[in-house]
């Protein structure tokens, strides 16, 4: 899993169809090696980038729990913590 890739599931407000294409982008990078594919390679990295972008809604859509939403300024603010205690700030 990419490091930097952010669990998009059971947070208030919910996951925008932006941020669910920004993550499979992030995923198909990582796995390509590609910040930007050649143009040779661009349709097949454009659509790899949907097809895992499609997959991703249709899991977050379909999954269930009882747990309560979390509040995304709430767990960003857990994570800055963590970064400054493990780098500094």
Known sequence: M????KTLYNFEPRVTDDEIRDTALQFV?????????SA???EAFN???DEIAKASSTLLGSLVTI??????EVEAS???S???RRFGS
């Open 2 to 5: 990419c490091r930097n890739n």
């Open 29 to 37: 990078r990582k796995i390509s090696g590609f910040t930007k594919p």
């Open 40 to 42: 040779a390679n661009e």
């Open 47 to 49: 659509r790899a980038v």
């Open 67 to 72: 747990a309560s939403p979390k509040n995304r």
């Open 78 to 80: 857990k994570a800055h």
């Open 82 to 84: 963590r970064s400054d």
